[in-house]
């Protein structure tokens, strides 16, 4: 009798670990197919669309932006210490523009066994723009910057939550529309939020 409970709970450990890989590649499977439909649908947008960042007479040239390779990896679920008396600062753009940005609070995640901190930030101007309550600003630099990736450093949206946690999904990072069009003005990363460590996620630099 217990030869056969251990053979049957055996057997139990082995299907459950069986289905929860299946369920870890079908999410992981979904999850690359949304980040290739989504850099889709950009270049589609940045080929035709009239709010596109490509001036008019490049769009015909267009074909594309340059991508790292989608890696799960790279998408952290990170520890959000929001600052009870947040600083408000002038951001240095690449312009003489200088925005109004909330020094909202500090991500602390793991990556590759190493820990790293990066401030987050919140525009004022967007902050009391309907669809943009909950919206936090990630601008950081790291060791692809200048190389692989903009030597200005790129952007990442997230989602302010409830949780004390906040999504920060580095195959989503961004260049500033200013790489591809120079009438535009964009923030630059604080030196603060330099990774010393390569991202290779997210978008490369653009080859004009």
């Known amino acids: ?29 979904k ?3 949304a980040i290739r439909e989504e850099r889709a649908e950009k270049d589609i947008e940045f080929a035709t669309s009239d709010k596109s960042p490509i001036a008019p007479a490049d ?21 959000l210490e929001i600052y009870n008396n947040p600083d408000t600062i002038k951001m240095i753009t690449t312009t003489d523009r200088r925005p109004f940005y909330l020094v909202f ?3 602390q995640f793991k990556l590759k066994n190493t820990d790293y901190r990066l401030t987050i930030f919140r525009n004022i101007d967007l902050m009391v723009k309907p669809g943009y309550e909950n919206y936090l600003f990630l601008p950081f ?3 692809t910057s200048g190389a692989a990736s903009y030597g200005g450093g790129r952007y990442v949206d997230l989602e302010l939550k409830n949780d004390g946690m906040v999504e920060i999904d580095f195959n989503r990072a961004y260049n500033p ?11 630059i990363p604080p030196e603060g939020n330099f990774l010393n460590t390569a991202i ?9």
């Open 141 to 143: 630099t790291d060791l």
């Open 200 to 208: 290779k996620a997210g978008e490369k630099n653009f080859v004009h």
């Open 31 to 33: 999850y690359l197919a």
């Open 59 to 79: 769009r015909a040239a267009f074909s594309g932006l340059n991508y790292f390779k989608p890696n799960p990896s790279y998408k952290i679920i990170a520890k």
């Open 1 to 29: 009798m217990k030869v056969k409970l251990f053979h049957t709970l055996t057997l139990c450990t082995i299907l459950s670990t069986l289905f929860a890989s299946g369920q870890d590649f079908s999410s992981k499977k």
């Open 105 to 107: 609070g500090e991500a």
């Open 177 to 187: 529309y200013c790489v591809y069009n120079k009438k535009y003005s964009c923030p």
